[in-house]
């Protein structure tokens, strides 16, 4: 190595931390042009996109030299910029222990244990430190070059995250201007900072994304990723923004072994939070919301374990309840009138009630304005409180932080949160008390505007490659055809409802509805032109159905609201929006929307909580008179309860049994219910549905007399285990699944009752028929067999012959015996299709004249066949020869 003492000769050194970023090198630029006889140590990066920058494209800006070639005997000043730390210095260790030097500092991160003490300190809480020397140069007239202008403008751009940290200040944007007007090229910072992300790097975010960990800490969640390579992961720094951004993270870890160091980077959105200072105590460092550290001699999980411990002594719980709160809480016992709720509320001009029972002393739910309006307006304004409140409120206590407040008004979308205090109600805590307090503090601004981007996130989320991947070619295109002619139409369009749900679910997708935000009937009679399809419409409800050339349908409707002019009555149609369309629906699963424009196309789109109780499984009603209103619904929640093994939510169970109780189903059609009953009975297996419509009392919406008891769960077993043992046939055969079931519910029923339900229910005459008089000739024709069991075949197949698919399914539900069941199903499969070979040509052949004797042949061919004595055409003329001859049937010779 040269020796010092005879090297290069420097009154003034600058230079920045190890691992320089793009802040660090815009610094030294710009300090060099305050010292302009100053040397500058570069300290060297590990991006390999600022390295090759650097060499390639600006290092003839900077007066450079090796710190091993310089000899500091003669060196007076010290400029340290982007950094005042000692471990993050490298090549001047032996000069910061000279005596008489005076160091200069030029920094934007707050004040370490670890920092060099320095004679001359600019200090300023800026987004970049760029932006503190851009600022003295502008007030000395020092004019940049365009090129220099450029280094210094990407420090900005780069250091503030394209002015998207939460550290950016106004003086950031102000000098980023300034620079600009001295000819900073934008399309170089562009190509530097926004980096698309390589295909090797794709992995290493999945694997961070794979490996993430949330934990609680004081209120916060903290999201720590762990993962290890062999190799130098190129950009790291980048893949980490990506993730926070992606996943619209507060506080998060990513904590990566290469090689045999651990590095450590962090980002942070959180004002009460310093990542800087946390990553300090590895020797690392940063800013409050971005911060690296390199540890060695330490195992990845020893890291983890540190880091929590450090978040814990760093975090302190934000106590904001007792500031938030109004007090005293204006409350209403459960049993207490809408009425006097709504009372209530117009004398204290409040918009949600808190319902407490005085008597247990308990907090019960809360009860809304725009619920009670809606009660007032079906006349139910003398029914109690408890029976419309939201119970599934939940509550905090005094001592409850922002973001557990934060969760329970915004995320679980409640309109007020009492706090609670050892069992008393000390005040409550509503959407707008929460809204005040975010606007009156410092970090407001920025803080609203996480709330307002983690919503937008949790409504809109791009699902294009999960179409890809579960439609099949011909539904995608469509799907896409349809969004081209919207745009054609300047009109919006979504796929809605259950196609988006099954998709989510990964279930068969069948029916395609499509919600257009204009006139719906007027695009579908524009695509339907362009595809050569039919298409019917029904202008009352602003709705049309596209019949494709190989039948299939597409169902299509304005974007509308509805309203109901008295319970159980159909609605009142009116054009809206999508929100609004999606806000008429049954349940939140039933909402979500995606987009088929093709600026947005895949697109998913979800305003009320659709995708949270799909991952609960949890059936949620709209609104809480949703029952009130259209009763079918109940048979509706029961249904999709059952098909996906969902749960129905304590509030929405709370409703249907309230809707029962004040008699919801008093003006609904009877085939409004048939419908839904059909619905229910044709699942693959309806009798879980049918134990909870029990448990509702539902069979008494059916007829007041109707039971359903063990017995009868015993014969729906049976149904059933026979409906799946002809699913197992796979006979290409259309039967009406739904019967055998309705057959099985009416079984212990009297005549004069099944009469009267077949009334309610509006039954078709071809299906009184059947659950009447076919179901009662099945349930004899079996009594008949069981008696004279065991039977030949003969007698079984004419039992039977004449009984369709789903009596003779309803026959081997009935019976008990395990024989008969078997001789049922073995007509069913393996003679009931017998039929004589031979025709009627063949008996005039033989010298049979026409007539009632030809059924009569034919039926004994059929018996004699049925007995196995027949296996050919031949054999059947050589019999009907000799039946004919023996009973004098012959007309002539042949």
């Given at each position: 190595m040269p020796d010092k003492k005879s090297g290069i000769q420097a009154n003034t050194i600058i230079t920045s931390h190890v691992n320089a970023d793009y802040d660090a090198i815009a610094a030294m630029l710009a300090a060099q042009k305050l010292y302009p006889d100053a040397l500058i140590i570069f300290p060297g990066s590990q991006e390999k996109s600022l390295r090759d920058f650097f060499i390639s494209s600006m290092s003839y800006l900077f007066n450079m030299a090796d710190p091993a070639s310089i000899d500091f005997s003669e060196t007076r000043t010290l400029v340290l910029v982007d950094t005042r730390q000692k471990?993050?210095?490298?090549?001047?260790?032996?000069l910061l222990d000279k005596n008489n030097l005076a160091i200069h500092v030029y920094d934007h991160h707050p004040v370490g244990p670890d920092d060099v003490t320095a004679t001359m300190e600019i200090f300023k809480p800026y987004g970049a430190t760029i932006t503190i020397l851009s600022e003295i140069l502008q007030k000395k007239n020092i004019i940049p070059t365009p090129e220099e202008a450029t280094v210094m403008a990407l420090g900005i751009y780069e250091d503030t995250g394209l002015f998207t940290h939460s550290s950016t200040t106004r003086q950031d944007f102000i000098q980023a201007g300034y620079l600009l007007s001295?000819?900073?090229?934008?399309?170089t910072i562009v190509s530097l900072v926004v980096r698309e992300i390589k295909a090797e790097q794709v992995t290493w975010l999945n694997e961070l994304l794979n490996e993430m960990t949330v934990h609680k800490i004081n209120g916060i969640d903290v999201h720590i990723s762990t993962i290890s390579s062999s190799a130098y992961i190129s950009d790291l720094a980048s893949i980490v923004q990506k993730?926070?951004?992606?996943?619209?993270?507060?506080?998060?870890?990513?904590?990566?072994?290469?090689?045999?160091?651990?590095?450590?980077?962090?980002?942070?959105?959180?004002?009460?939070?310093?990542?800087?200072?946390?990553?300090?105590?590895?020797?690392g460092g940063g800013h409050a919301y971005a911060a690296s550290a390199k540890v060695e001699n330490h195992t990845l999980a020893q890291v983890e374990l540190m880091v929590i411990d450090q978040?814990?002594?760093?975090?302190?719980?934000?106590?904001?309840?007792?500031?938030?709160?109004?007090?005293?809480?204006?409350?209403?016992?459960?049993?207490?009138?809408?009425?006097?709720?709504?009372?209530?509320?117009?004398?204290?001009?409040?918009?949600?009630l808190v319902v407490v029972d005085e008597h247990k002393n308990t907090y019960e739910g809360y009860i809304t304005r725009q619920v009670l309006e809606k009660i007032f307006f079906h006349k139910l304004k003398d029914r109690p409180v408890e029976e419309y409140m939201n119970s599934e409120a939940t509550y905090v206590s005094s001592d409850a932080d922002i973001a557990e407040i934060e969760y329970k008004i915004?995320?679980?979308?409640?309109?007020?949160?009492?706090?609670?205090?050892?069992?008393?109600i000390t005040g409550v805590i509503t959407r707008t008390d929460l809204?005040?307090?975010?606007v009156a503090h410092d970090k407001a601004v920025k803080h609203t505007d996480q709330l307002i981007f983690k919503r937008q996130n949790t409504k809109k989320r791009r699902i294009h490659n999960i179409m890809e991947q579960r439609l099949d070619a011909y539904t995608l295109d469509l799907l896409k055809s349809i969004g081209r002619t919207g745009d054609e139409l300047n009109l919006?369009?979504?796929?809605?409802?259950?196609?988006?749900?099954?998709?989510?679910l990964q279930r068969r997708v069948d029916d395609i509805d499509i919600v257009v935000e204009g006139d719906g009937i007027a695009f579908a009679k524009h695509f339907a032109e362009k595809r050569n399809c039919r298409v019917n419409?029904?202008?009352?409800?602003?709705?049309?159905?596209?019949?494709?050339?190989?039948?299939?349908?597409v169902d299509v409707a304005s974007a509308r609201l509805e309203y109901y002019n008295f319970p159980a009555a159909l609605p009142i149609v009116e054009k809206s929006s999508i929100k609004r369309d999606l806000a008429r629906r049954d349940f939140t699963i039933n909402t979500l929307a995606l987009s088929l424009n093709p600026d947005s196309f895949g697109t998913m789109i979800d305003y009320f909580g659709a995708n949270r109780d799909l991952k609960d499984k949890t059936i949620r009603t709209l609104h809480n008179l949703s029952f009130v209103e259209d009763p079918t619904r109940i048979f509706r929640a029961i249904k999709f309860s059952n098909r996906f093994g969902f749960q129905i939510g304590k509030v929405t169970s709370n409703l249907i049994q309230n809707a029962i109780k004040v008699d919801c189903f008093k003006n609904l059609s009877g085939l409004r219910v048939l419908s839904e009953l059909k619905q229910i009975f044709s699942e693959e297996n309806p009798i879980p549905a049918i134990h909870a419509m029990e448990t509702y009392g539902l069979e008494k919406v059916i007829h007041p007399q109707l039971e359903i008891n063990p017995h009868t769960y015993q014969m729906f077993e049976s149904a059933n285990k026979a409906l799946a043992w002809h699913d197992l046939l796979y006979v290409d055969e259309t039967y009406p699944r739904w019967a055998v079931y309705f057959m099985v519910l009416l079984n212990r029923c009297s005549f004069t009752v099944c009469e009267q339900i077949c009334a309610r229910l509006m039954m078709p005459v071809s299906e009184n028929r059947l659950l009447l008089e076919n179901r009662y000739k099945a349930e004899n024709r079996l009594g008949f067999i069981e008696s004279d069991f065991p039977i030949s075949r003969q007698k079984l197949y004419w039992a039977l012959i004449n009984f369709k698919t789903e009596c003779i399914i309803y026959m081997m539900a009935l019976t008990k015996n395990e024989a008969v069941r078997k001789a049922i199903s073995n007509f069913y499969t393996d003679y009931r299709h017998i039929k004589p070979l031979i025709r009627g040509r063949d008996l005039l052949t033989i010298g049979i004249k026409p007539g009632p004797v030809f059924t009569r042949i034919f039926r004994e061919v059929l018996n004699a066949k049925l007995d196995g004595d027949l296996d050919t055409r031949q054999k059947e003329i050589a019999f009907a020869t000799e039946y004919a001859r023996t009973n004098g049937l012959l007309e002539y010779l042949p």
């Open positions: 471990n993050r210095l490298t090549g001047v260790q032996d001295c000819g900073a090229s934008l399309n993730i926070v951004r992606m996943e619209s993270l507060d506080l998060y870890f990513a904590i990566v072994l290469m090689g045999n160091k651990i590095n450590i980077i962090a980002r942070n959105r959180i004002p009460e939070v310093d990542v800087g200072k946390i990553l300090s105590d590895f020797g978040v814990k002594e760093a975090t302190t719980r934000i106590q904001v309840a007792k500031t938030l709160m109004s007090s005293p809480a204006i409350t209403i016992e459960p049993n207490a009138s809408c009425e006097k709720a709504g009372s209530i509320m117009t004398r204290y001009n409040i918009n949600t915004i995320e679980e979308k409640q309109r007020i949160v009492p706090v609670i205090d050892n069992g008393s809204l005040n307090y975010l919006r369009l979504y796929v809605v409802g259950g196609f988006v749900r099954d998709l989510l419409t029904h202008k009352k409800f602003g709705t049309a159905v596209i019949i494709f050339p190989d039948n299939v349908k």
